[in-house]
Nanobody, 125 residues
Framework: QVQLVESGGGLVQAGGSLRLSCAASGRTFGTYAMSWFRQAPGKEREFVAAISSGAGITYYADSVKGRFTISRDNAKNTVFLQMNSLKPEDTAVYYC??????????????????WGQGTQVTVSS
């Protein structure tokens, strides 16, 4: 069982930055692929970024590539999402997720075993 707790959300002006954190419980954090998804009001939950277990390969949605950076600190059981050059369309609840078993498609939310409760990010224009 893995518990995920997100933090770092808030209100920021367009062009600003935020850093989200996701703290995980358990002693096997390093074996999980970790991702961030987001869900805006009235829209489906969508993939934002992922980082694999082991080699730490990263993947990004086209909409955030070059602006967001995902990273992980296995010693601290934490995954981060650094968000720069934020836009109003980035406004959403951001969720951290963990996937075991090395799924081949980290963009598919159906492959994730554990989810956090979400943290609100609001970008004003």
């Amino acid at each position: 069982q893995v518990q995920l707790v997100e933090s770092g959300g808030g209100l920021v002006q367009a062009g600003g930055s935020l850093r989200l954190s996701c703290a995980a419980s358990g002693r096997t954090f390093g074996t999980y692929a970790m991702s961030w998804f987001r869900q805006a009001p009235g829209k489906e939950r969508e993939f934002v970024a992922a980082i694999s277990s082991g080699a730490g390969i990263t993947y990004y949605a086209d909409s955030v590539k070059g602006r967001f950076t995902i990273s992980r600190d296995n010693a601290k059981n934490t995954v981060f999402l650094q968000m720069n050059s934020l836009k109003p369309e980035d406004t959403a609840v951001y969720y951290c997720a963990a996937a075991g078993g090395k799924p081949w498609n980290l963009r598919d939310l159906g492959n994730y075993d554990y989810w956090g409760q979400g943290t609100q990010v609001t970008v004003s224009s």
